[in-house]
């Protein structure tokens, strides 16, 4: 289990590193910009993504996680994409708001 705070090091593949979290959601992104240029019958093309910093990432790693975020639109245009941060401290709040709607609450 990883404490908050830690940095998790970078070769450490698996779920709990920030490496697999990316790996992950690229895996994700890909299935979903298949299934929308292969099909017409999906009938809501909805991505959430909820806190890609939730395991307090590495300082090395929260940079890649926000430019994947950012690249999200351009990748999947025909899908509403909502980003859920629950600590905007650890995302570039402003680079987000040039591609993302923000909403505090």
């Known amino acids: ?3 908050d705070g830690n940095d998790v090091p970078s070769d450490r593949h698996n779920e709990y590193s920030n490496e697999g979290k990316i790996l992950a959601l690229l895996f994700h992104t890909a299935v979903l910009k298949q299934l929308a240029e292969q099909s017409n019958t999906l ?3 909805m991505f ?3 806190s890609p910093y939730f395991d307090i990432p590495d300082t090395g790693n929260a940079p890649d996680i926000t430019n994947f975020v950012l690249a999200l639109p ?3 245009p ?3 994409v909502i980003v ?3 600590d905007s401290a650890l995302s570039d709040r402003s680079a987000l708001n ?3 709607q923000i909403e505090d609450f």
């Open 1 to 3: 289990m990883i404490e």
């Open 48 to 50: 959430i993504f909820d």
């Open 43 to 45: 009938p809501i093309r």
């Open 98 to 100: 040039e591609k993302y």
């Open 78 to 80: 025909e899908y509403q």
């Open 84 to 86: 859920t941060v629950t």
């Open 74 to 76: 351009e990748e999947l």
